[in-house]
């Protein structure tokens, strides 16, 4: 039984309303979205990462899942592993401090544990949000929404390539890659109007194919529309073949949201400097992505996004290879 | 920075209510109760247990938190380590599915990952559960509060022991140990009535310290009392030195209970069966924690109570070096 079977056994046992079919970013239990994200020394982070940016990491991604369901953040439980003389750890947990202190989640629980010696650090956060009156899922994409994307993509993958080049490259993409922002404030603004609403965090083609998916839904993207920052064209250009680069990435934590058509979300009061972009429409039709480039259609990449070490991160709430076109 | 320091950082940045000040069990957040428990091959676990047996314990073990805050299961996420061909990891999804089945949870999220070659498994479980208008916390103690047990202790301990003798050995006191029972029923009965309530876990000794340090007050406990099961008082005996095992034995997953003295707690209506004792008393005086036997003074032994592999599992919520008399 590999990666996929036990997902598929697990949407199997969880057959609650609350699970949301393990088919979105989180669970929602008597109005709050609750979301679990674990990580672990050399598949997420590297031992040399500055453990402040392992702990931030660890809030943030978590932070953009609710983000994702338009959430305010209310208190996380933190499980931890203990090991050697504790002062990586004491870094970290500034990190997590830092973090919680940011976007106002509170540590309310967790565990600590030690390892056998030599074994990886692990580290889980269950974070915990109130939602609103809607709390979109993967799963509510409808034909004719227009897909619109907050944030930028590329910054953080274009980052691990440099530091992946030289261990102690530094510069912004290199930040955006071990301090991403998770977009509370305009999740919190999208989440009343969004059909279907989450973070890309794996790869924008990976994630999009995710929602086409869940919403039964074909999904085109414009690839000469997607949002790319300054940084990340100086370094990288803006063609085709750099846009497919920036598709596939991951570790973006921007948000992709399906809304009306009637809704230009470019009028919505979002936080000051939200960037946010029409990159695509949704259709009725087979549930799978199609790219095109200034009106020519582009040929799918076989790898639609960033997976860990060979494929071997994921929530629960999503099987990275299943849905593949 | 070792464990006891990480725990006391974690406490000072953990200062929202409903936190309880990591000093309970449980966080409480908009009448959810919710806890999160870590276990590691090699440490709460070894690689010969039977796989599914693991996992029923993982569950239950989180659930007894639930019911030590008289909670109903509500959900839960599951975050879990892939690694191998899979087998054991099916083994261990058919024991998380018989005992939330068993319990009326339902998995509703979580994650998986893979750790390098090499790693022990690595599994955590946070549980949600729905309180009722008490939901007691282990700070709430009172002087002149009785302190009732409801189930046996030492059972698990020495199952534990007949393993460490003998991996192939069985029995009931094995199955106890393998295959705890939360007391979720009592725990629903007690919860509106109970000043302070908590599971134990760790060793009824070390538990009672906690309660004494959390509620402020002292408690004398009188081990003559204590309820051990017929098989454990056929393989060891009811004299002293067999009650001193079995209230420093960890894994016994009963309830400790500070209920008013004018309550007879036998006389609820709890679950068929149920065995509930007073065991003691609550008073005004320093939190520790004395004992008797038959009247007679018994000097506090120095373990109070189990700590898995040099005293590197803990809670956040717990200290288990801290409060020591």
Redo the contacts between chains.
């Keep these: 039984?590999?990666?996929r079977?036990?997902?598929e056994?697990?949407r199997r046992?969880?057959?609650?309303p609350?699970?949301r079919g393990?088919l979105d970013d989180?669970?929602v239990?008597?109005?709050?979205v609750?979301?679990?994200?674990?990580?672990?020394?050399?598949?997420?982070f590297l031992p040399g990462d500055p453990p402040a940016s392992v702990g931030w990491k660890l809030v943030t991604v978590n932070l953009s899942d609710l983000a994702a369901k338009g959430a305010t953040p209310?208190?996380a439980?933190?499980?931890?592993?203990?090991s050697g003389?504790?002062?990586w750890?004491?870094e970290f947990?500034t990190g997590?401090?830092h973090a919680?202190e940011s976007y106002g989640l509170?540590?309310?629980?967790?565990?600590?544990?030690?390892?056998?010696g030599g074994?990886?650090r692990?580290f889980?956060l269950?974070a915990?949000g109130?939602g609103g009156a809607n709390i979109p899922d993967r799963r509510g994409g409808q034909a004719g929404d227009c897909l619109w994307l907050v944030g930028t993509v590329g910054d953080a993958a274009l980052g691990l390539s440099q530091l992946q080049a030289d261990p102690k490259a530094s510069g912004p993409l290199v930040d955006i890659y071990r301090r991403p922002i998770p977009q509370l404030g305009a999740g919190a603004v999208l989440g009343p109007h969004a059909h279907a609403m989450m973070d890309v965090s794996d790869g924008l083609l990976l994630d999009a194919q995710r929602m086409a998916g869940a919403s039964g839904c074909a999904i085109a993207l414009e690839l000469e529309r997607l949002p790319l920052s300054s940084a990340f064209v100086a370094e990288r250009g803006g063609e085709l073949d750099a846009r497919l680069f920036a598709a596939t990435g991951g570790d973006d934590y921007a948000l992709l949201a399906a809304l009306p058509a009637s809704l230009d979300a470019a009028t919505l009061s979002l936080p000051q400097g939200t960037r946010i972009t029409r990159v695509g429409t949704m259709s009725a039709g087979e549930p799978r992505i199609s790219l095109t480039w200034g009106g020519q259609a582009v040929e799918v990449p076989e790898r639609l996004g960033f997976e860990h070490?060979?494929n071997?991160?994921?929530?629960?709430?999503a099987s990275p290879m299943a849905d593949r076109p």
């Design positions: 039984m590999r990666e079977e036990v997902i056994r697990l046992i969880a057959t609650a609350e699970a393990l989180v669970a239990l008597d109005g709050l609750i979301t679990h994200d674990s990580i672990a020394e050399g598949v997420h209310a208190g439980l933190l499980s931890m592993t203990l003389d504790g002062a750890e004491s947990l997590i401090e919680c509170s540590i309310i629980g967790g565990d600590t544990i030690a390892l056998p074994s990886p692990v889980g269950t915990i109130r070490q060979g071997h991160r994921s929530r629960i709430s």
